[in-house]
């Protein structure tokens, strides 16, 4: 059950290496600009997604162990729900106050306030599944399957790498955190 984690773990940071190479391209305002709308994507995702999925697994486990795999479904989709009722909002609201608030933090210029901006609603179109793929995860996990999990993420990481060079060839610096919302989205779907 260890390798796999551990693969899983290559598989994520070979994201985070695909993705700063793509964005240095676009020189040290686009990686600096990239990076702070992921950490500020990071604020929900990690209250409203990790929080609940860590809290979640041990119940997952126990309905598992009890065999009650009626009770691991209902509470695994009612997590997904509760998610998606909490995510959709918190990204619509940081989505109209993201410039004020960077502008107001930071003092950005116009043009590095613009990719700022932009980066970080590319990520939040992506939040509910990310807030998802930590539950998805979890339950695979519950399960004692490593291994799905591990094979996501690689396909991932690779679409993401695809994904990622195309849009931002087509759209820009922005092209790059909307292939990680779409990829990550689509990986929480399929688990």
């Known amino acids: 059950l260890l390798l796999p984690r551990v693969l899983t773990m290559a598989c994520i940071q070979g994201y985070f290496v695909a993705r700063d190479s793509i964005a240095s391209r676009f020189g ?3 990686v600096g600009a990239l990076n702070l709308g992921w950490t500020i994507q990071q604020v929900p995702e990690t209250i409203l997604g990790t929080a609940i999925a860590i809290a ?8 598992i162990t009890a065999g009650n795999h009626a009770s691991f479904v209902e ?11 909490l995510s959709l909002p918190v990204a619509a609201i940081l989505a109209v106050s993201i410039r004020p608030l960077v502008a107001t933090f930071f003092g950005f210029e116009a043009g590095q306030l613009n990719l700022v901006t932009w980066c970080t609603w590319a990520f939040l179109v992506g939040l509910a599944g990310e807030t998802w793929l930590e539950t998805a995860v979890r339950a695979f996990y519950a399960n004692q399957n490593t291994r799905t999990p591990l094979i996501a ?6 679409a993401f790498f695809l994904l990622a060079k195309l849009l931002s060839t087509w759209i820009g610096l922005a092209g790059i955190p909307l292939a990680a919302s779409l990829t990550f989205t689509i990986q929480a779907v399929i688990l």
């Open 28 to 30: 040290e305002a686009g």
């Open 56 to 63: 979640l697994l041990p119940t997952l486990s126990e309905f």
């Open 75 to 85: 509470t695994t989709n009612r997590a997904l729900r509760v998610m998606l009722a």
């Open 153 to 158: 993420a690689f396909c991932q990481a690779v």
